[in-house]
């Protein structure tokens, strides 16, 4: 069965930054789209950022522009959202998500799955 290990979150001082890790087995990684999704207390769980089978191309939340980049390590099966400038809005259990054979960077949570078990993000002002 496919399974998604996230790591890499904790606690945070606005303005700084952390990298979250998602390593993926049981699956050819570097034929899926993969995806990184959040959960914040209170709210439903709502799309961060997305990269292409091929990483040709991602997508991000609007909230996430200029600040997160997703990137993909396939001789690793790893995905990356390494997270700078950190608001306390981005206080969030993040989810690493499977996307499918050769898509591209979609931001429909529709298009992913299996999900990974996530890792909490805290940021303190």
């Known amino acids: 069965q496919v399974q998604l290990e996230e790591s890499g979150g904790g606690l945070a001082q606005a303005g700084g930054f952390l990298r979250l890790s998602c390593v993926a087995s049981e699956m050819r990684f570097s034929h899926y789209s993969m995806g990184w999704f959040r959960q914040a207390p209170g709210k439903e769980r709502e799309f961060v950022a997305s990269i292409a089978w091929n990483g040709g191309s991602t997508s991000y939340t609007e909230d996430a522009k200029g600040r997160f980049t997703i990137s993909r390590d396939n001789a690793k099966n790893t995905l990356i959202l390494q997270m700078n400038n950190l608001k306390v809005d981005d206080t969030a259990v993040y989810y690493c998500?499977?996307?499918?054979?050769?898509?591209?960077?979609?931001?429909?949570?529709?298009?992913?799955?299996?999900w990974g078990r996530g890792t909490r993000v805290t940021v303190s002002s």
């Open positions: 998500a499977a996307g499918r054979p050769y898509d591209l960077a979609s931001s429909r949570s529709s298009d992913f799955g299996p």
